[in-house]
């Protein structure tokens, strides 16, 4: 007979899975938005909007694209600093640690005797 796990272990497990679902998404969408900056030659981010004209932001120079460019830009990555970037590091300071399994000392902690 195979024992059931116990309910605080379901909800450890659940949490983990969401926390890494959360950490993943935020992983993703920091990729699409460095492959946006590639393609696209800059983000709206660091860009403006000067007389109808939309620039993207590249350390400091200024690319002319499209207003449907910039405004791609523009939501990916507000959406990433302002949504899924956060939650990402909430998700991974609050992810559970597997049974057993403990933090790394760190050298100005000392060796835990």
Known sequence: MIPEPAAGADRTLRRRKICNALI?????HFVVFVVTIVVLGGDALTGRVE????????????VETSR???????????SLVYGTFP???IAALLR???VGHQRPRFWWKGDGN
């Open 87 to 89: 939650l990402g590091v």
């Open 68 to 78: 449907a460019a910039w405004h791609l830009s523009a939501i990916i990555g507000r």
């Open 96 to 98: 559970p640690r597997k």
């Open 24 to 28: 993943a998404l935020a992983a993703i």
């Open 51 to 62: 007389d109808g004209h939309y620039f993207l932001g590249n350390h400091g120079l200024m």
